[in-house]
T-cell receptor
C-alpha cells in the first residue's frame, strides 16, 4: 500500500518569503497527488493536484513539484501571506481506487 | 464552496451509546466518503459510497456502519461508541471515483468526544 508523509511537522516563515513544504511517498505505482490546506476548525481545502506524467504544475502563487525518481513532492508558496497560515498535507495514490493516502500534515506559521 | 453540511458539529457522549453523524450534500455528487482525523495521522477512510444503497469499507471500518438512502445524505453510525473513536470526522464528496478530475470536497467536520 501507499505511505505518505511529510518531512517536518511545523514550518515558520517570514511574511513575504517563499515557503516550501515537502512530502514523500512510498508506492512507485502512485500516479496522482493532491495538496490540501486545512485551517483551524475547517475541513481540508483542495489547493493543487499533479499527475505522475508531470514534473511541475503551477497555480496561483503555488507550485507543486514531483520527483518520481526519489518519490518526493513539494509545495511551494510564493510570497507567503498571513492567510497562508494553516496545516498543509499531501495525499497520493492511484487515480482511481480507495487507496488514496493522506499524510499527517505540516503546520505553516507566517511570522510578521 | 461545495455544499456539504455535517451535523452535529460537536458531540460528547458516553462509552457504549450509539451515535449517528450526518452528511448532507447539495452538489448531487455520486461519491461520498467518511474519514476520521487524529493527531499524528493523516485522514483515514472509514467507509465510502458509490451510489444510493451502495457502500463499501475503507481502511478503518471496524466499529462503524453507514447508510445512504438518498443521494444527498450519508450517515455514519457508531453502534456502541468506544473511547478510541474519539476523533474529528470529515465527510467528503466527489463527482468521480477516487479523485480523477474531481478532487474531493470536504465538510467542516464533526468533533466527537466519547467519555
Amino acid at each position: 500500500g501507499e505511505n505518505v508523509g511529510l518531512h517536518l511537522p511545523t514550518l515558520s516563515v517570514q511574511e513575504g518569503d517563499n515557503s516550501i513544504i515537502n512530502c514523500a511517498y512510498s508506492n512507485s505505482a502512485s500516479d496522482y497527488f493532491i495538496w490540501y490546506k486545512q485551517e483551524s476548525g475547517k475541513g481540508p481545502q483542495f489547493i493543487i493536484d499533479i499527475r505522475s506524467n508531470m514534473d511541475k504544475r503551477q497555480g496561483q502563487r503555488v507550485t507543486v513539484l514531483l520527483n518520481k525518481t526519489v518519490k518526493h513532492l513539494s509545495l511551494q508558496i510564493a510570497a507567503t501571506q498571513p492567510g497562508d497560515s494553516a496545516v498543509y498535507f499531501c495525499a497520493g495514490g492511484r487515480d482511481y481506487g480507495q487507496n488514496f493516502v493522506f499524510g499527517p500534515g505540516t503546520r505553516l506559521s507566517v511570522l510578521p | 464552496d461545495a455544499g456539504i453540511t455535517q451535523s452535529p458539529r460537536h458531540k460528547v457522549t458516553e462509552t457504549g451509546t450509539p451515535v449517528t453523524l450526518r452528511c448532507h450534500q447539495t452538489e448531487n455528487h455520486r461519491y461520498m466518503y467518511w474519514y476520521r482525523q487524529d493527531p499524528g495521522h493523516g485522514l483515514r477512510l472509514i467507509h465510502y459510497s458509490y451510489g444510493v444503497k451502495d457502500t463499501d469499507k475503507g481502511e478503518v471500518s471496524d466499529g462503524y456502519s453507514v447508510s445512504r438512502s438518498k443521494t444527498e445524505d450519508f450517515l455514519l453510525t457508531l453502534e456502541s461508541a468506544t473511547s478510541s473513536q474519539t476523533s474529528v470526522y470529515f465527510c467528503a464528496i466527489s463527482e468521480s471515483w477516487g479523485t480523477g478530475n474531481q478532487p474531493q470536497h470536504f465538510g467542516d467536520g464533526t468533533r466527537l468526544s466519547i467519555l
